[in-house]
DNA sequence: AACCATAAATGTGTCAACAGTTCGATCCCT
DNA sequence: AGGGATCGAACTGTTGACACATTTATGGTT
């Protein structure tokens, strides 16, 4: 084993290293849903002992990216349809919030900037798909409100992730994708906060519905999926 | 030291159980905002190893209830100003759509009952105290999304309540919190979410400027207090 | 052949010691 | 006397070994 060494940074802890170095384990689909988590083969296989790889998985857990309780062994989380649903009904409500946050506390200048930006990366169209979530968090954090930015952008988002290829993969949905984006935009211009809210979350409950759509089997063991 | 033993309970591992003891510290303020949480102490005091302590810290950290950075020591957290208007905010947002929620998907029974349940715990009046919490944690319960509900009830919960003895303290503040829980839940029976989501809301967000405005002067070292 | 009890094997929880960094105080220099 | 570098003390990060729980394999029983 020990395919890979770490040896070089020093600027951060060892446990931090671990926790992005399984991070992209489960972007990469080497790490599925429903696999199991092993302290001590991650160990040997990073090189490292099985402390960080401990802390690591701890902090995966604590975002909920993987399941695990008292002496049984941690697995990555599958989520059930009815935990994608509830997913993306917390981040309709926070994001709608941080919508109508957004349209009190952004300078003019700001919003422009933002209409200019999106309007350049349609025109590209190519990775537009990087574009789409791009959208989403400069909204988020125009909101200035950290916390909501935090639970957004770093727990959620790597929940969102895992299950954002698939509906990346609808061509005619960016399309629909881009309209909605205007559109909210333009009732953040206008200041409506009440509008830009509501139109956020109808933005946001119908890539919930493409997302559910798609993903009726996925594997969720135990006919629960989910955790904790 | 070691003025109290864990030798009994053999359910739960022993990292859950320092998790507990800590919590409990810092509720009892025996860990104030602001102070150091030191490992190696909390170990020899609790006659355990650093390990489950580290754990239990690491947990309370990813809670966002101490703060602390690489090689720094952790802190309990000591919210600013501007950080409580952020708590109150998200839960502005979370609270109203569970508010939302509950209202599309609680039973008539259910609504009844939540209801006689208020008015009997307002006519005892003393632990009227306890009752206001309850109430919350009613609705959001009800509202079904159980990732709401661990992140209100689970998380936030745990910041709220460090701040919450101060907004208690006022005495003529319970009866608009009666006033006002009573008529959200009539928005609820009448099944306007959207009533009910704003009612909540403007609750909340009462409370927020309650807590706000008498805690100018907390404690927030490094004119910052925000963490991360 | 199916089923329950038992035992090896795997994996997690806990511990005590070691290594590196930060914090605090002392000491030196201007 | 004030400011800054230096040394020591305290604390966090990391490690490998040990103890316990769970899972899997094995064997005896009905």
Known sequence: MQDEDVS??????LGDEIFDR???LIYSCELEPG???????????????RGPVREAIRRLQGIQLV?????????VVSLSPQAILELFQMREALEGYACRLATLHMTDEAIDKLISDLETAHALGPQADKTHFDFHERIVRASGNSRI???LCGDLYHLLRIYRR??????????????E???????????????????????????????LAQVPETRHPGAGGAER
Chains 1, 2 share one sequence.
Do not use: C, Y
């Open 8 to 13: 070089d940074r020093r600027s951060e802890t």
């Open 149 to 151: 930015v935090d639970s």
């Open 181 to 211: 984006h205007w559109q909210i935009l333009r009732a953040v211009k206008a200041r409506d906060a009440a509008l830009a809210e509501s139109l956020m979350r109808s933005h946001v409950e119908r890539a919930g519905r493409q997302v």
């Open 35 to 49: 696999m199991v988590v092993n302290e001590s083969a991650l160990a040997t296989r990073f090189g490292v002992s």
């Open 166 to 179: 698939i509906s990346g993969a609808v061509p005619e949905r960016k399309e629909h994708a881009f309209t």
């Open 67 to 75: 399941s695990r309780e008292a002496f049984m062994r941690a697995r």
């Open 22 to 24: 399984i991070l992209d």
